[in-house]
Nanobody, 118 residues
Framework: QVQLVESGGGLVQPGGSLRLSCLAS???????????ISWYRQTPGKSREFVAS???????NYEDSVKGRFIISRDNPERTVHLQMNSLKPEDTAVYFC?????????WGRGTQVTVSS
């Protein structure tokens, strides 16, 4: 069973940067390489929304509002996916979750809070 653990959130001023990490524990790196990994975010009272994804082959996809500002990458030996977030805006404030699908099962981490405020 996959366990996803997010880290790297915090408080940052508008225009600042943060780097989130998603560690896949309880699996080996060879298995991790087979997984597509996504980042989502959620604010109170709203549905969880897609932010970015990276496929097992390294193909990336971004939600329109973060294109050009966020970069998703993966480090397979470390079983980690990173989300580099630059030029942060107050509207990026949310809890950020990483996600993967294994067959019909969805796996989510517990999330990490990102707050963009002056």
């Amino acid at each position: 069973q996959v366990q996803l653990v997010e880290s790297g959130g915090g408080l940052v001023q508008p225009g600042g940067s943060l780097r989130l990490s998603c560690l896949a524990s309880k699996i080996g790196s060879v298995i991790f390489e087979l997984y597509d990994i996504s980042w989502y975010r959620q604010t109170p009272g709203k549905s969880r929304e897609f932010v970015a994804s990276i496929s097992r082959r390294g193909s990336t996809n971004y939600e329109d509002s973060v294109k050009g500002r966020f970069i998703i990458s993966r480090d397979n030996p470390e079983r980690t996916v990173h989300l580099q977030m630059n030029s942060l805006k107050p509207e990026d404030t949310a809890v950020y979750f990483c996600n993967t699908e294994v067959g019909a099962a969805q796996y989510w981490g517990r999330g990490t809070q990102v707050t963009v405020s002056s």
